[in-house]
C-alpha cells in the first residue's frame, strides 16, 4: 500500500512518454515563467521570481492536478448519492498546493495535514482507489475503512487529522524526531486559516524555533475558516508573519510553480539547520468547509466564479503550458480522458469493494496485544481483541 | 497541548517519548492529544501509525494544594479505548510498571503520586536488574484474607494494608488487592477473590461518580462474581466536591485508614464501632 518512490510519478511519466514519442518534435522541452514575487517576513533573501519547467515536469503538474481535482469531483458525486457519509471536505481549488509542496520536497520528508487531506494523500502516494475506497468505507481503503476521509494514512504521512490545529504541534514532534536521529529530512505541518488562531500552535512554533527543528509550517489560507471570513475570524490576517520570530513568506497559492519555488527555498532553509519557516499559500476552495456546507452563504456566487475563471490553478498552467509550446490543447485534452477513465476506475472499485469484516471492529486497539476481551454492547458480548 | 502534542508527534515517527505533565491536572489542556491523537491513532490507521508514548506525572490529591491542583484522572483516561493506564502504589510498582510502558509499543498514561514519592519500600534482589518488568493488565493481591476483598489503586493501597492490620485484631481477614492497571482492568482477578471471601470494597481517592469503584461495581454485577455475594459491593471514595483548602476540611475530602476500617466492619458485621468500644 506504501510503495516506496513515487510510483504514481512513474507511471504519469510512461504515459507522458507514450503520448510525447507522436509528436515530441514539436514541442519544446522546457521553458521558463515569471512567477509572483512572495511577501517576505524576517527574511533577507527571496525565492526566484522566475521558474523553469520542464515539459516532463509540466505534463506531471498537470496530470496530478486534474487527478485531484477530478478525484474531488468524484467524491462529491458519490456523497450526493449517500455511498460517501459524514465528514467530507474537498480541494478543489487548492490542488497548486499540494502539488506544489511535494514537488519541492523528497519522499523521504514527512508532512502532516487536517482534515482536507484527500488531494495530499494522493501526492504522497496513496493511490486513488485506496482514497475514493476509505471514503465509502471498504475494506480496499487505504486505513481499511476504519480511518473515513479525516484519517488517511501513508509512508511519512501522518494524516489526516480531526481536530482543529492538533496536527501542528505533532508535525514539529515529527521534526524533533528527525533532528533527534540525526536525520536531513524535514516535516511540512499544514495548516488552516481557521487554525491559525489555535494556542497550540503557537506553543509548537516556540519550541520549533527554540530547538531549531526542521519543520515547514504551512498555513493554506482559502480565505474561509468554515463559513466565517478571514477578516471576521483574524485580528492579524497576515498569516505569514504570525510566527513572529520565525521567518515567514507569502506564496500565490493558486500557481503551482510558485508554490514549488517558495517550498524549495523554505526546504533548503530548513535543511541548512536554520530552523523553521511559515510558509502562507493564498488559495481557494470552491466547495463549501464540507458537503454539509453549500459555501454560498457567506461568499457570492460572483465571487466563486470570478476565481474560476481568473485564478484557476489547472487553468493557469494549461494556459503556459499551450502558450509556451510544451505541449498542445489536444495533448492536454488526452491526458484528461485518460485521468477520467482513472477516477471512475477507482469509483468502481470503491462503490464495489465490500466493507470490513465484522471482526475488524475489535482489531488495532493496541499494538502490543493484551489477551483481554473488549466489552461489546451488552455483558454477554466479550469479543476477542486482535 | 503543544508539547503533549510534539511527544505523540515524535512517537509517530519513532521516537519513544516520555511526556511528563508536571501533574495531570495540566494535562486537562493537553487532554485531546492525549485521547485523540495518541489513543485513537493505531486504529484509524488501520495499524499503520503506532504511538509509543508515555505520559506520567503526579495524579490526584496531594497536600494542601487545593481544588485545581488536586483532581484523579484515573476514571478519565480509564475511559478511553486505545489507552493503557497505569497507577502505581509501591517502589516496586513504579519501577516495573514504568519500565513496561517504556518498552510497551501503545500510549500508557501513568498516574503516579507525590505524596509517595518521598516513602521509601523494601526492593527485593530481581527488581534491582534494569530489565525488571511488571505486567501490564494484571492486578497483585497484597494480601491474602478470607473474609472480605479490598480493591484500591495508588496510595490508598497502603492505608488498606493498614486498615486491614487493624481489622485483624477484631478477627476480620481482608484480602488487599493493589489494581496496578486502570485500562485494561483485572476483574478476573478481583473476581477470583470475591468468589472466596464473598465480600467487596473499592478504595479510590477520586470522586464516586462514574468513577473507578463505580466500574468495578458495575463489572461484579455483570460477571460470575455476582452470586457469590454475601453484601451489595460498596465504593469508599474521595467527597464529591472540589478539594478544599484548609487543613481541617482537606482532612475529611478523601478516604483515611479509619473510614476503610469502618465500611469494612460495617459490611461484615453490621455495626460501624468495634465490638470492642461499643
Redesign the interface.
Known amino acids: 500500500m506504501?510503495l516506496p518512490g513515487r510510483p504514481l510519478a512513474r507511471r504519469a511519466l510512461r504515459l507522458l512518454r507514450n503520448l510525447g514519442a507522436r509528436s515530441f518534435a514539436d514541442f519544446a522541452s522546457e521553458a521558463t515563467f515569471d512567477i509572483k514575487p512572495c511577501l517576505l517576513h524576517g527574511l533577507e533573501s527571496a525565492p526566484p521570481i522566475s521558474a523553469s519547467m520542464s515539459r516532463e515536469d509540466g505534463l506531471l503538474y498537470y496530470k496530478q492536478m486534474q487527478t485531484i481535482r477530478r478525484m474531488e469531483l468524484k467524491a462529491d458525486q458519490l456523497y450526493k448519492q449517500k455511498v460517501i457519509r459524514g465528514f467530507c471536505h474537498l480541494y478543489d481549488g487548492q490542488e497548486a498546493c499540494g502539488v506544489g509542496i511535494e514537488n519541492a520536497i523528497k519522499p523521504t520528508d514527512?508532512l502532516?495535514t487536517a482534515y482536507r487531506v484527500h488531494g495530499i494523500a494522493y501526492m504522497r502516494g496513496i493511490p486513488v482507489k485506496s482514497i475514493l475506497s476509505e471514503l465509502t468505507g471498504r475494506q480496499g481503503g487505504c486505513?481499511?475503512?476504519?480511518?473515513g476521509s479525516m484519517?488517511m494514512?501513508?509512508q511519512n504521512f501522518?494524516?489526516?487529522?480531526?481536530?482543529v490545529g492538533?496536527q501542528?504541534?505533532?508535525?514539529?514532534?515529527?521534526?524533533?524526531?528527525?533532528k533527534?536521529?540525526g536525520f536531513d529530512s524535514l516535516?511540512v505541518a499544514m495548516y488552516g486559516d481557521g487554525a491559525a488562531n489555535q494556542?497550540?500552535i503557537?506553543?509548537?512554533f516556540?519550541?520549533s524555533y527554540l530547538w531549531s527543528l526542521p519543520c515547514l509550517f504551512v498555513c493554506e489560507n482559502n480565505q474561509y475558516g468554515m463559513g466565517t471570513a478571514v477578516e471576521r475570524a483574524s485580528a492579524n490576517i497576515d498569516y505569514y508573519q504570525r510566527g513572529d520570530y520565525i521567518p515567514g513568506i507569502k506564496v500565490d497559492g493558486m500557481d503551482v510553480l510558485c508554490v514549488r519555488e517558495a517550498t524549495k527555498f523554505a526546504a533548503d532553509y530548513i535543511r541548512s539547520g536554520k530552523g523553521p519557516m511559515l510558509m502562507e499559500l493564498e488559495t481557494y476552495r470552491y466547495h463549501g468547509h464540507s458537503m454539509s456546507d453549500p459555501g454560498i452563504s457567506y461568499r457570492t456566487r460572483e465571487e466563486i466564479k470570478e476565481v474560476r475563471s481568473k485564478s484557476d490553478p489547472i487553468s493557469l498552467l494549461r494556459d503556459r503550458l499551450v502558450g509556451s509550446g510544451l505541449s498542445s490543447v489536444e495533448e492536454l485534452k488526452e491526458i484528461d480522458v485518460e485521468v477520467r477513465r482513472e477516477i471512475e476506475e477507482a469509483s468502481q472499485f470503491a462503490t464495489s469493494d465490500p466493507e470490513p469484516p465484522l471482526s475488524?471492529l475489535t482489531?488495532?486497539?493496541?499494538?502490543?496485544g493484551?489477551?483481554?476481551r473488549?466489552r461489546g454492547i451488552t455483558?454477554w458480548q466479550q469479543l476477542a481483541a486482535a | 497541548?503543544?508539547?503533549?502534542?510534539?511527544?505523540?508527534?515524535?512517537?509517530?515517527?519513532?521516537?519513544r517519548?516520555i511526556c511528563e505533565f508536571m501533574t495531570f491536572n495540566f494535562s486537562m489542556q493537553a487532554i485531546?492529544?492525549v485521547v485523540?491523537?495518541a489513543g485513537k491513532?493505531?486504529?484509524?490507521?488501520?495499524?499503520?501509525?503506532?504511538v509509543?508514548v508515555v505520559f506520567r506525572g503526579p495524579n490526584g490529591a496531594s497536600a494542601g494544594v487545593a481544588a485545581q491542583h488536586s483532581q484523579c484522572f484515573a476514571a478519565w483516561y480509564g475511559h478511553c479505548?486505545?489507552l493503557?493506564v497505569l497507577s502505581p502504589w509501591n517502589s516496586l510498582d513504579s519501577k516495573g510498571l514504568l519500565k513496561a510502558a517504556i518498552r510497551?509499543?501503545?500510549p500508557v498514561v501513568f498516574l503516579e503520586n507525590e505524596l509517595m514519592y518521598g516513602v521509601p519500600f523494601d526492593m527485593p534482589e530481581e527488581a534491582q536488574s534494569p530489565d525488571f518488568l511488571l505486567p501490564?493488565?494484571k492486578a497483585h493481591v497484597e494480601r491474602t484474607g478470607q473474609h472480605i476483598t479490598v480493591v484500591a489503586h495508588s496510595r490508598v493501597v497502603g492505608f488498606c494494608l493498614e486498615a486491614a492490620t487493624a481489622l485483624a485484631k477484631e478477627g476480620i481477614d481482608c484480602e488487599v488487592i493493589n489494581l496496578r492497571s486502570i485500562r485494561?482492568l483485572d476483574m478476573a482477578t478481583v473476581e477470583q477473590s470475591v468468589m472466596k471471601t464473598n465480600h467487596l470494597i473499592t478504595v479510590e481517592g477520586g470522586w464516586p461518580l462514574f468513577g473507578v469503584g463505580a466500574e468495578i461495581c458495575a463489572s461484579i454485577m455483570?460477571?460470575p462474581a455476582f452470586d457469590y455475594l454475601d453484601a451489595p459491593a460498596t465504593r469508599v471514595t474521595g467527597v464529591d466536591i472540589p478539594m478544599p483548602y484548609a487543613r481541617n476540611l482537606e482532612e475529611i475530602s478523601g478516604p483515611q485508614v479509619k473510614d476503610i476500617i469502618m465500611a469494612a466492619r460495617r459490611m461484615l458485621t453490621g455495626r460501624e464501632e468495634s465490638r470492642a468500644t461499643a
Do not use: R, W
Not at chain 2, 491513532?41 to 503506532?50: K, N, P, Q
Open positions: 506504501f514527512h502532516i486505513a481499511k475503512g476504519k480511518g484519517h494514512y501513508g501522518y494524516g489526516g487529522n480531526g481536530i492538533a501542528v504541534p505533532l508535525g514539529a514532534g515529527v521534526a524533533f524526531a528527525q533527534y536521529q516535516c494556542g497550540q503557537f506553543e509548537a516556540n519550541m475488524d482489531t488495532h486497539i493496541y499494538q502490543t493484551l489477551n483481554s473488549i455483558p | 497541548m503543544g508539547f503533549a502534542g510534539l511527544a505523540v508527534g515524535a512517537a509517530m515517527a519513532g521516537l517519548p485531546d492529544q485523540n491523537s491513532t493505531l486504529y484509524m490507521s488501520a495499524g499503520s501509525v503506532h509509543p479505548p486505545g493503557k510497551d509499543d501503545d501490564i493488565g485494561p455483570e460477571g
